[in-house]
């Protein structure tokens, strides 16, 4: 056997070896990168909307906080609107915030807070107290409560664990 022999036997073995992948396992391999990223877009999808949440819950505290200063600072009442029908906030003297179209809003205030069927506030005194109550803010099974304490006056986020 010649070397000009064997070099055609080894090239042949090479092309025999070098071969590519089939129509079928090109296909299972897009479908796995397909459900996966279908997977990777959900799981970024529910992030965005677990920080939508959270920044709601952390504006709106803020903005009770807002409205305590304020009340301190005047040495007068101030009162914190929430309008639970147009999903709606408002801070004295601040344009309404609205919240986002998919969250739900509960206010639990005192009976005399209510100023209609879905329009209640939260009324800070001079001396940082309030007429206390809460803030519920829930969305895609994820739920944010405001707690507003009677005697401080202050502000506090839960959220509640799935």
């Given at each position: 056997?010649?070397?000009?022999?064997?070099?055609?036997?080894?090239?042949?073995?090479?092309?025999?070896g070098a071969?590519?992948f089939?129509?079928?396992?090109?296909?299972?391999?897009?479908?796995?990168?397909?459900l996966v990223?279908?997977?990777?877009g959900?799981?970024?999808?529910?992030s965005?909307?677990?920080a939508?949440m959270?920044?709601?819950?952390?504006?709106?505290?803020?903005?009770?906080?807002?409205?305590?200063?304020?009340?301190?600072?005047n040495?007068?009442?101030?009162?914190?609107?929430?309008?639970?029908?147009?999903?709606?906030?408002?801070a004295?003297?601040?344009?309404?915030v609205?919240?986002p179209g998919?969250m739900k809003?509960?206010?639990?205030?005192?009976?005399?807070?209510?100023?209609?069927?879905?329009?209640?506030?939260i009324?800070?005194?001079?001396?940082?107290?309030?007429?206390?109550?809460?803030?519920?803010?829930?969305a895609?099974?994820?739920?944010?409560?405001?707690?507003v304490?009677?005697?401080?006056?202050?502000?506090?986020?839960?959220?509640?664990?799935?």
């Amino acid at each position: 056997m010649g070397v000009g022999s064997r070099l055609r036997h080894s090239k042949a073995k090479v092309r025999a070896g070098a071969r590519g992948f089939t129509l079928v396992e090109m296909l299972v391999v897009l479908v796995i990168m397909a459900l996966v990223l279908a997977l990777v877009g959900t799981s970024i999808s529910r992030s965005i909307k677990g920080a939508e949440m959270r920044n709601a819950a952390r504006n709106l505290a803020t903005s009770l906080r807002y409205t305590r200063t304020r009340a301190i600072l005047n040495k007068s009442e101030q009162v914190f609107l929430v309008d639970t029908e147009n999903m709606t906030y408002t801070a004295p003297n601040k344009e309404p915030v609205v919240l986002p179209g998919d969250m739900k809003v509960q206010l639990t205030t005192a009976r005399s807070e209510l100023t209609s069927e879905h329009v209640g506030g939260i009324r800070f005194y001079p001396d940082g107290g309030s007429t206390g109550g809460r803030v519920l803010l829930e969305a895609n099974e994820r739920i944010y409560t405001i707690n507003v304490a009677w005697l401080t006056g202050e502000p506090t986020i839960e959220k509640e664990d799935d």
